[in-house]
């Protein structure tokens, strides 16, 4: 699990992860988080001299514009004028991952847009495919402007939208509120680029493969997936977790079943009064660490 409150630790982490994932390589990747005023940014050279196996107190602070305030300037990523441009350019960016996912990159080296096609990527990332900025040179200012202006054009179409581009013959930036969201922009996409390779190596020539998609979602049906639902119909018998009879009622709340006699069994105590009750004694404890 990556802890997001420890910042040098979930850096360290994640890059391991995108290495051990095949989502970088060796020759390059780097990861940086925003925390208010300070940024947080990998060493230069941390798949080759490192293979990913980062100390926490080799991630370098800075400033907003680069100034070091733990570390030098010099071991700084190279690639650090693009996690810094977004930063500037998107307010709510707070932490940028520049990867070689291996699949991504398939469509990259053919400079053919990405098309979101599993479920996982039309609802994490959106329906917006993955486009390529044009060839520049890595690392320059260039590659920086041409990245935001991607990422401008998907929040022109979508406010709010994830950001991710594909960089032709390279790898991939990602951006988003935290280290965990962007790790996530960059392996379902990579996953998303998979799949499309694998269908078309599997089925590309079958004439009864269907590649088309016959429901389409909106952000609406996907915001649904964050709501608690019912399992069970309103009225439904069984035995709870004491081995009581009892009849379930809509949102999460069950009745003891009377007996024989017509009186109820102890009776159920509702999720509602759980809740408060879990409420109020939070409350104290709070309250009481306050003083
Ligand atoms: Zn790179």
Known sequence: ???????????????????????????????????????????????????????????????????PIIGEVDMISREAATHYYIYQNFPDVCSVIHGHPFYMMAFGAAHMDIPAVSEGTRAVIGTQPITNIPEVVPGSIEQAEEIVKNFNKR???????????NIPFHGAFAAGNNINDAFLFTEVANNCAKILIYRQMMFGNDPKADFSIHKHFTKEDFKTIEVSKDVCTPGYFYTDAFGRQAVYSAGGSSQAVPDSKGVSAVPVIQQEQYREIIRRVTEAVVNQLKK
């Not at 925003?34 to 940014?41: Q, T």
């Not at 929040?155 to 581009?165: K, Q, S």
Request: charged letters at 30%; aromatic letters at 6%.
């Open 1 to 67: 699990m990556v802890d997001i409150k420890n910042i040098r630790a979930s850096i360290c982490k994640i890059g391991k992860l995108l290495y051990e994932r095949d989502l970088t390589d060796s020759s390059g990747g780097n990861i940086s988080v925003r925390d208010g005023n300070l940024i947080y940014i990998n060493p230069r050279r941390a798949g080759h001299d490192f293979q990913w196996e980062l100390e926490e107190d080799q991630i370098i602070v800075t400033d907003l514009c680069k100034v």
């Open 155 to 165: 929040r022109e179409i979508d406010p709010g939208c994830p950001l991710i581009c």
